[in-house]
């Protein structure tokens, strides 16, 4: 196989782009005043609407308006606005959405389970997540403390077939057990739909005023259809949560605040080769304050969480890999400093802690513009970790931060300092950590300086790096030490609101790092450009010309996907061809997502690699879908000469007892003959 013409797939890649420039991309004026920081005047209500999907009661005709929606996009005012209401009392809040659409025959919805519009949100290795919407929805999003922070903010959704999902911030659990319960619904309607949601305070985090109080808030709606997502108050493409609405003199609750404590045992039976097997443990959220929260897990069940999986693909340093154990996932908002742009990895990375006996944490806000976040668990006479994070909101856009980070175990002390701050003034921004490291093998400092800008189309960053040869952090994923240099990141792009192409995004990642002692380290750019369609189609094309400690990666990959946006119709395939490691590497990436007979979810993913021989991945997942609360299905995983296969039956997502039933081990190399059933009791 000849080597890919490199000069040939550069001068392709930036042809493609000077098309995209020269195409309309919509208008990309400044976003008025008026659109933004938007106020809305709370009204207490004696006579609270009946929460059926209908606008008809009376409570709506007197009700403040949050009107004129805009595209988030380009600041225009979109054609099919939306309308929303908002009134509470002292139990409730209540909110209305009347979503006008010219072609309400094309109002699509299709998930049918709870939480599963933020349950999916992918993460990056800072921890930030990008949320990517998948169907016809509304959101309300209130920031009681005006933090102006994603983590501080609660959401609440629901799509156009009524299913709800919540995100709440400021401390509040993530288990369903823990989030409370809340109510809504929809109408179809002739010119579009409608939806209204019950909110009860009690689970909100709110300032306790007897004077009355302004909290941030903003109305949302994406139209599939469109692919168009507009706001109220328009925060931008950006997210500048600075520019959300606010909502005036609002009368909270007086009612005293009482600490409570929630406790959720399990009992988890099996059978397999080894013999019989019981174990037990306990999950415990307690709300010291209405801001505060600490969580507990004695003896906490990892066997039966479907963790994820490496890919077969080579690669030149150590995977990162999503955390799925529900203990990391609650707070983990609280656990990480967040970077615009981090190429090297996250200073906390749960992987590293593999079990534990006796794990607690404590995260949320200390005053309203202080958030703490502490994690200690222990292994009973064999490693000791602890994780503590602080922040400070100087203001709106400027916040700094200390964390620190410990392990204790037998031949591996490690410590490390971190200290950041993150400063955004209009579209330009600073940012900078410094980080300290001291135990067995560890002793070095690190840092970084980036500035950064963000527009709607166009978004960069220049970041500095520096990492001395002895800087080690032992619970973090920071796979690079003993190099220094720069990377610059620019990505470009836009949305089309009518004709074949929907949108585009071309960004390019030059890299120029060193190792101390002044030889090469990672040199060479990273491309990639990517359009989408209308009709749901992706294609996207990268470029890699890079060395790796002296490797050679040169290589060009294709992707194409139909039904992007749709988990239930998603077919795709990735090819890459040229070099890897100095080695001539060819790979396949097919990808299948669809549902059959409208409730049995079907996914396969897999890799194909040709470098210095095949090696190969296969991943099938079933899963039918009995209600909201009730599934059974499977995995079957092929990795080169393993085969590993698990059934399971679940009923789950309620308040009360929930009951798994494990044919197999989700997470063995090869399929295990056992049977576990767990039962998980709410008190």
């Known amino acids: 196989m000849k080597p890919i013409n490199r000069h040939f797939c550069y001068t392709l890649f930036f042809a493609l782009a000077l098309l995209v ?53 380009n600041g225009g005012v979109v054609a099919d606005q939306t309308t929303a209401y908002l009134v509470y009392d002292d139990k409730y809040l209540y909110v209305g959405f009347y979503c006008k659409d010219s072609k309400p025959d094309q109002i699509t919805a299709r998930e049918s389970v709870q939480d599963q519009k933020y349950a999916n949100e992918p993460t990056d290795l800072s921890g930030n997540q990008f949320k990517q919407d998948n169907e016809d ?19 609440f959704s629901l799509n156009a077939i009524g299913t709800r999902s919540a995100r709440l911030g400021g401390g509040r659990g993530g288990k369903v057990e823990w989030k409370g319960d809340w109510e809504g619904a929809v109408k179809r309607l002739p010119d579009g739909w409608s939806a209204e949601l019950r909110i009860p305070w009690v689970i909100l985090n709110y300032p306790q005023s007897r004077l009355p109080v302004n909290m941030g808030l903003n109305f949302q709606r994406f139209q599939l259809r469109t692919h168009l997502v507009s706001a109220w108050s328009n925060i ?41 097997s019981l ?3 306990v999950d415990a959220r307690f709300t010291m304050t209405p801001e505060l929260t600490a969580v507990g897990s004695v003896n906490p069940d990892f066997a039966t969480v479907e963790s994820a999986i490496q890919t077969v693909q080579f690669v030149h340093t150590e995977q990162f890999l999503p955390e799925r154990r529900p203990f990391f996932l609650e707070g983990r908002d609280y656990f990480a400093p967040t970077m615009k742009i981090n190429d090297i990895g996250s200073f906390f990375y749960p992987n590293r802690i593999p079990t534990f006996d006796v794990g607690e944490k404590i995260y949320g806000k200390v005053t309203p513009t202080d958030t703490l976040g502490f994690l200690h668990t222990v292994d009973w006479g064999h490693r000791t970790d602890v994780v503590a994070r602080y922040q400070h909101e100087i203001s709106p856009t400027a916040q700094s931060g200390l964390m620190c980070l410990h392990k204790s175990q037998l031949g591996d002390n490690n410590t490390v300092g971190v200290f950041d701050h993150h400063a955004r003034w209009g579209k330009a921004g600073f940012e900078t950590w410094w980080a300290l490291t001291s135990g067995d093998g560890a ?6 300086f980036s500035v950064t800008y963000e527009d709607k189309l166009l978004s960069g960053a220049i970041q500095y790096y520096d990492l001395t040869d002895s800087f080690r952090v032992a619970d973090g994923f920071l796979p690079f030490n003993q190099f220094h240099g720069f990377v610059v990141a620019a990505n470009w792009g836009a949305e089309w609101r009518e004709g074949f192409w929907r949108s585009f995004q071309v960004s390019a990642l030059p890299l120029f790092w060193k190792h101390n002692d002044g030889s090469s380290f ?16 992706r294609f996207e094309m990268d470029l890699t010309n890079t060395k790796f400690d002296g490797q050679r990666d040169a290589n060009v990959g294709f992707e194409i996907h139909s039904g992007v946006s749709n988990r239930f119709r998603h077919y795709g395939l990735r090819v890459q061809l040229g070099t890897v490691g100095d080695r001539q590497s060819t790979v396949l990436g097919p990808i299948i997502s669809t549902r059959l007979f409208r409730k049995l979810d079907v996914s396969y993913g897999g890799v194909i690699e040709n470098r210095l021989g095949l090696a190969h991945q296969h991943i099938m997942s079933l899963n039918y879908e009995i209600s909201p609360q009730r599934s059974f299905g499977g995995r079957v995983v092929v990795q080169n000469s393993d085969t590993n296969a698990y059934l399971f039956y679940r009923h789950s997502g309620g308040r009360g007892t929930e009951t798994y039933v494990i ?16 039962f998980v009791f709410a008190l």
């Not at 659109?35 to 009661?57: H, M, Q, W």
């Not at 990672?522 to 189609?537: A, H, I, V």
């Open 443 to 448: 002793g070095g400092s690190a840092k970084a």
């Open 137 to 155: 929805n509304i959101e309300f999003v209130i920031d009681p403390f005006e933090a102006h922070r994603a983590q501080d903010m609660t959401r």
């Open 279 to 281: 174990f037990t443990g």
């Open 522 to 537: 990672l040199e060479g750019p990273q491309m990639t450009l990517n359009f989408d369609t209308r009709s749901d189609w």
């Open 21 to 73: 420039a020269s195409m309309r991309v919509g208008d990309a004026q400044s976003l008025p005043t008026s659109y933004t920081r938007r106020p809305l005047p709370a009204l207490k209500v004696s006579s609270p609407p009946t929460i059926d999907g209908d606008l008809s009661d009376v409570v709506w005709k007197t009700a403040p308006k949050a009107e004129t929606f805009t595209d988030i996009q």
């Open 236 to 276: 931008g493409a950006q997210s500048f949560y600075d520019l959300e609405g606010r909502w005036t003199d609002v009368q909270v609750p007086q009612a005293k605040f009482r600490p409570q404590i929630s406790v959720l045992p399990y009992l988890l039976p099996g059978v397999s080769r080894r013999g019989q």
């Open 663 to 678: 044919l197999g081990d989700p997470n063995a190399t090869r399929t295990v003959k056992s049977l576990q059933i767990k």
